[in-house]
């Protein structure tokens, strides 16, 4: 019997690379899921895709909070896949939540963390670090809320604020390819380190 798998993160404002690397990541490995939040199948994260849309107005801290649902949700099922050794893989986590509320006028970061807590613990997070004004020149922004540069700017710098032990920075602004080695590197380094640690509670 095998040890379980890792829970891995992939972080960074809009355009940093976040969904390219998480799909190279997880079909370079051998037993790993991909996962992404906000999870827009299910019925909390339809309500969260048609506000994204602009089709839906939601007061601030409703949106907050169906966020932190939309992730709760699956916390069963990612505690279960982790416990069989499959390694998880997920395209934002409650950091984002934390960033981007936290961008919005009247937000507290410790406050916005609150309905997280206790969620599984990432054993690595890795911070595409990529400047704004890059990230706007990769490719137009579409129609979504949040795709504006003013906010995006506050968003990168909650998220420099939220960097914990397990946060690796890396910088996005290098190759696809340079920036999928550094990635493999690192989680091939923890994926055995984990096996036997129990899975800790975030912010807890
Ligand atoms: P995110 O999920 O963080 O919004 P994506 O992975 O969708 O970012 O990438 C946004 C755009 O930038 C896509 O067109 C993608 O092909 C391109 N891209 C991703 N990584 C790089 C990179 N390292 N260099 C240049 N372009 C990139
Ligand atoms: N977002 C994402 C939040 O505001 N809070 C969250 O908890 C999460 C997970 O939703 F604008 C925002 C970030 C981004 C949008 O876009 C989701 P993608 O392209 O599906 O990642
Ligand atoms: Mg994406």
């Given at each position: ?185 690192s989680?091939n380094n923890i ?14």
């Amino acid at each position: 019997m095998t040890g379980r798998g890792a829970l891995i993160v992939m972080e960074g404002i809009d355009r940093s690379g976040k969904s390219t690397q998480c799909k190279m990541l997880v079909n370079a490995l051998s037993k790993a899921k991909s996962m992404k939040f906000p999870d827009r199948t299910t019925a909390t994260g339809n309500k969260i895709d048609q506000y994204l849309q602009r089709k839906l107005e939601l007061d601030d801290n409703e949106i907050h909070n169906l966020y932190s649902k939309n992730r709760w949700e699956k916390e069963k099922a990612m505690l279960d896949d982790l416990e069989k050794g499959i390694t998880l893989v997920v395209d934002r986590y409650a950091y984002s939540g934390v960033a981007y509320t936290g961008a919005k006028p009247g937000f507290d970061l410790d406050k916005c963390k609150e309905p997280d807590v206790g969620l599984p613990q990432p054993d690595l997070v890795f911070f595409l670090d990529l400047k704004v004004n890059t990230a706007a020149n990769r490719e137009a922004f579409g129609g979504e809320r949040y795709e504006q540069t003013d906010f995006q700017k506050k968003v990168y710098a909650n998220f420099l604020k939220l960097k914990s032990k397990e946060w690796q920075v890396i910088d996005a602004s290098r190759s696809i390819e340079e920036v999928n080695h550094d990635i493999l590197n690192s989680v091939n380094n923890i994926l055995g380190k984990v096996e036997k640690k129990p899975i800790g509670k975030l912010w807890a």
